[in-house]
């Protein structure tokens, strides 16, 4: 576990951290601390309470120390949805440059502007505001925005909520292209995923405690072998409810090619396709069809689904397991409005266990584990909650008995695939019940009914 003294970080903030009494870095600083220092872009997914706020000024506070502070040229900005988080966060910002010269002016409506004025005068590295009152300051001259080397917008979805949008926009518009920008939101709504995308550059994504798109997605993992996919896809979709845009994601154009024409005829919908080999063109129209809704069924490869910014799905399939959380988060946070929830539904072959496995330990949450009913599995003991948990796998797993020679064979090849000659289920030995009778834990005599001896 790293300490605030492992970063490369300037004693006067580690000394004000100290004082503050912060020990060791919580989750989201561990995460969105260090890359910050290196000058990348963040997404930041926490909620309030989280320690989101020292996440972002930490860093800040250490890069500003390196620079001069200027009258009306505030170096680093915080735009939050309330006056009440405005003022928290100013007052963190004081804490924790209390060692430093560099001074934190809040801005919000509602108070005398004046006062805010002469904060700017007096030499502002760090403005926290509210989007109105900065817009106002903004318009009667003095106070720019053209030296900005930090921008973060904290609390994202509120600030969505509270329709502050256009006015984000136009204070993004006085910043200058050169800068950092860090946005922290608990949930990743269609509208903020397409205001991430415009404002950040490269972003890397922080995510702890609650995933973004938790709150309004139903994530689920289907353990299935690789080569049932398709038809427990099929299966599944077919019982779905609330189908209304769909996005399959696959590894290959083949398998883009195979599973399209089967979801389609499953779903009675029309499916496009998006792969590299497609022309431009098709793929432009393809691409628009779906955004506007008039398709609604797409099958898409990884690397041609790269740019696709589309939001707001009923539901998004992992046809693979992706090889990165980044890339499982992103996709999942594709589906849930904020008025309907979606689904994400990820097929896992055993081959693809240990992915998922890292996956749900880096999310810091388990998917629930979803065994089809009815479905012909061709391999009984592929019921990812045995497999996808090893510590129940000791009570539950059976030894796989090869049906022509009775040989006892492992699950899976050393080569981690699945093997496929196996009893059919009412053959396989029942694993020995560890419940004990009842008649006998009644017969059993309690401690204080055993004779004392002596
Ligand atoms: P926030 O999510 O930024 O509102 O922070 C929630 C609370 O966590 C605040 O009261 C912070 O003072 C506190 N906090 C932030 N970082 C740490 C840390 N590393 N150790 C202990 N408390 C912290």
Known sequence: MLNFQDLPISPKVLDAIEVVGYEKPLPIQELAIPPTLEGRDIVGCAQ????????????????????????????ALVLAPTRELAQQVADHAHELAQFTNIKTVCVYGGVDPGEQEVGFQQGCDIIVATPGRLLDHLSKGGLRLNEVEYFVIDEADRMLDAGFLPDVRRIVDELPARRQTLLFSATMPQEMAKLAHSILSDPIRCQVGEVSSRDTVDERFYPVPEHQKTELLAWVLKEEPGLDRVLAFVRTRAKARELAPVLAQALHMEAGQLHAEMPQEERNETIAAFRDGSLKLLVATDVASRGLDITGLSHVINYDVPNTTDDYIHRTGRTGRVDRSGVAITLIAPRELNLATAIEAEMR??????????????????????????????????????????????????????????????????????KRSLKKLLNKKLPHQRKRKG
């Open 48 to 75: 309030t309470g989280t320690g989101k706020t020292a996440a972002f000024l930490i860093p800040i506070i250490d890069g500003l120390l390196a620079g001069k502070s200027r009258r009306y040229r505030p170096r």
């Open 365 to 434: 949450h388990t998917v629930p584990t979803k065994r089809v009913a009815g479905f012909n599995y061709e391999m009984d003991e592929y019921d990812g909650s045995v497999l996808l948990r090893p510590q129940r796998r000791k009570q539950t797993a059976q030894p796989f008995v090869d049906r022509k020679t009775g040989k006892k064979e492992k699950p899976f090849t050393s080569s981690g695939h699945l093997r496929r000659k196996f009893r059919p289920e009412e053959e396989v030995e029942k694993p020995k019940s560890k």
